[in-house]
């Protein structure tokens, strides 16, 4: 079966963003970029299905900037086939994310997509289960397991109370958390085979798709600071301060 | 402006989480009507009708809701959703689930796990694990939208006398289906709204060294949490991880054990009023957002504190 993965190039989680001066948004000149992690997920889950002999084509697909290539060969490097780039250098909003990846469900016809649960960027939470609605696709949500049977897949999902597992028919929707699979690295060898694969650019247009915003960024700042707290000598001076200065205990 | 409520619940009761998303719709203003969708859920929709301020209360009790799956559930919210000005639910793994589809279906965007309402089209959300706090104001004609706990204080539960009817709509889905769940049992209180949360990191070594956390949680009445590599390393399930993609806690008193304090597990935690950290490492970075700090070996630390309280 053919699986198709959605990656996002966001700020590497390492990197603590800072707020531009004019609050306008976060300042990402010169900030190190790199795949978003429950991405590098998606993508690990399907490599690990085609060594299962489950998966016969992984198909990558990004929609961004031209610089966006970068995770796309990554994820080729980790084990893709091919990739898709859908460039822009608009700002997006989700439904839009799911209206293209839409478009691409459609033409590439997969019986598996994989996304990450959530952009480290954003913090939105919103593209898979979008998709799935546009689609008409059943979901598997913050999975952290992902078993294939036939024409069917168990996706088991953590959620607030523990797990859950939910059946669904394919071709169905997942979205990893972190504890679905412990990402590889790429080896040199296969960094430079993935130069090799094919990477088809398309823009939204060819797709059809109209990019639309509703959503304005009035204005971005910083979060409120802690003051700087104390160090306590021992557990005794800990408990006397939570009970007489802090009053929690 | 009117504005549907979708109530969390687990069919027998009404989970408080709700109650802080009413005080956001009310901040947004307009009347307020509260779905329940479930099985046998009569007594979730009776806790409904009281919470103070509530305009109606609307009950699905079908099989097709039993497990508030996101397919009939993205289906029910919108179609019954599409004649209000705003959609609200909790920022709960339930919510999570089903409104991004609701929102996709009526054709709008979401605004996910706002923190303060400024007006009826403007929120406040933090980004990038909380390092940044974005203001948006969304143009759509219906607002979907989840609501972050910590942002809001509860409304009062007692004292309202909403109307309750039934829905008749059925939205069954062929195509997902609850397969088995594994629930955490745990007499403690919920991480989401404990008073006081004790959370052990990396540095309990293994799960059975959690026990000291759980003896000075029981002391204090306490929820017990923990960081992404306390559970990835398997100590404890995942339902008790606090972060940036694990769960949002804000009490009185936060107590870190054994955490380094990253960014991703400080999204989760750095509202909380008071914040201790123990840790045997002085530079750890939890130390620059605590309160009061202990430099100590948490083997020692924890039982002394334990034996203190
Ligand atoms: C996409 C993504 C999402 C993430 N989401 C989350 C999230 O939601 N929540 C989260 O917590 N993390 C999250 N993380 C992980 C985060 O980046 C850190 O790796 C994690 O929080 C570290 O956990 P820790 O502090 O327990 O471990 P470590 O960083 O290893 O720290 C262990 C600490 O224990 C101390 N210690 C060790 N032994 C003792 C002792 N005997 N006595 C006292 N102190 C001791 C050490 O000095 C050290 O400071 C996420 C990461 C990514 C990439
Ligand atoms: N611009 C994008 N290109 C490709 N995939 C995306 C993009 N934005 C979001 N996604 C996918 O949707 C997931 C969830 O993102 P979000 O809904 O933004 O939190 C990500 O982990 C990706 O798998």
Known sequence: MKVLVAVKRVIDYNVKVRVKPDNSDVDLNNVKMAMNPFCEIAVEEAVRLKEKGVATEIVVVSIGPK?????????????????????????????????????????????LVVLGKQSIDSDNNQTGQMLGALTGLPQGTFASEVAVDGD???????????????????????????????????????????????????T????????????????????????????????????EKLKTEAKVL | MSILLIAEHDNATLNVATLNVVTAAKEIGGDIDILVAGEGCGAVAEAAAKIEGINKVIVADNAAYTYQIAEPMGDLVAELGADYSHILSAATTTGKDFMPR??????????SDISAV????????????????????SSDAIKVITVRGTGFDPAAGEGGSATVEATDIVKASAISAF?????????????????IVISG???????????????????????????????????????????????????????????????????????????????????????????????????DAVPELESMI
């Open chain 1, 67 to 111: 610089v966006a290539q970068e995770q796309i060969r990554t994820s080729l490097a980790l084990g893709a086939d091919r990739g898709i780039l859908i460039e822009t250098d608009e700002k997006l909003e989700s439904l839009t994310v799911a209206k293209l990846l839409k478009a691409v469900v459609e033409k590439e016809q997969p019986q």
């Open chain 1, 152 to 202: 069917k897949v168990n996706v088991t999902r953590e959620v607030d109370a523990g797990l859950r597992t939910v059946g669904l028919s394919l071709p169905a929707i997942v979205t990893t958390d972190l504890r679905l699979n412990e990402p590889r690295y790429a080896s040199l060898p296969n960094i430079m085979k993935a130069k090799r694969k094919p990477l088809e650019t398309v």
């Open chain 1, 204 to 239: 939204p247009a060819d797709l059809g798709v109209e990019i639309k915003s509703t959503q304005t960024l009035v204005k971005v700042t910083p979060p409120a600071q802690r003051s700087a707290g104390i160090k306590v000598a021992d557990v005794a001076q800990l408990v």
């Open chain 2, 102 to 111: 609701t929102a996709a279906l009526l054709d709008v965007n979401m605004i």
């Open chain 2, 118 to 137: 400024e007006s009826a089209d403007t929120f406040v959300r933090p980004i990038y694990a909380g390092n940044a706090i974005a203001t948006v104001q």
């Open chain 2, 179 to 195: 397969v088995g769940e594994e629930l955490a049992a745990s007499d403690r209180p919920d991480l989401a709204a404990a008073e």
């Open chain 2, 201 to 299: 990191g990396r540095g309990m070594g293994n799960g059975d060294n959690f026990e000291i956390l759980y003896k000075v949680a029981d002391k204090l009445g306490a929820a017990v949490g923990a960081s992404r590599a306390a559970v990835d390393a398997g100590f404890v399930p995942n339902d008790m991880q606090v972060g940036q993609t694990g769960k949002i806690v804000a009490p009185s008193l936060y107590i870190a054990v054994g955490i380094s304090g990253a960014i991703q597990h400080l999204a989760g935690m750095k509202d909380s009023k008071v914040i201790v950290a123990i840790n045997k490492d002085e530079e750890a970075p939890i130390f620059q957002v605590a309160d009061y700090g202990l430099v100590a070996d948490l083997f």
